[in-house]
């Protein structure tokens, strides 16, 4: 998903701020609770399981969105890989940014379909 399909202009017009990590920095823990996903503006993130990177993050891909759709805890742990400035996308901001720009819901249901089918071929 390293393709600019999303919109960083539209968060902007709604008021929404970017965060930024340095190089290292701890996004969220495995098993911390979870209300928001997030796009990558610029930089890299990696997702940790099992002391692993199980995936590399770059600009314009998407983290974090199962916690924001079941409300459950993370399941793996994200950290900036380099300096990295990131858009969070809670369930207001996903709602506006649905509005906005339908083909967001598909993207991000695209992305789900996509690391589900990895996760079957790794079973």
């Known amino acids: 998903m390293s393709k600019a ?19 290292d920095e701890k996004i969220f ?19 940790i399981t099992g002391g692993m990177v199980v995936e590399h993050i770059e600009t314009n891909g998407l983290f974090g969105e199962m916690a924001l759709i079941d409300g459950s805890p993370r399941s793996a742990t994200a950290k900036a890989a380099e300096a990295t400035e990131v858009a969070p996308v809670d369930r207001e901001t996903f709602v506006y940014l649905v509005q906005k720009n339908p083909d967001f819901a598909i993207e991000v249901m695209q992305l789900l379909t996509k690391r589900i089918r990895q996760m079957n071929e790794y079973l």
Request: proline residues 0%; aromatic residues 16%; hydrophobic residues 45%.
């Open 29 to 47: 823990l495995s098993g911390d609770a979870g209300s928001e996903m997030f796009v990558v503006k610029s930089g890299k993130v990696h997702i």
């Open 5 to 23: 399909w999303f919109d960083f202009d539209l968060l902007e017009e709604g008021g929404f701020k970017l965060r930024s990590f340095a190089a």
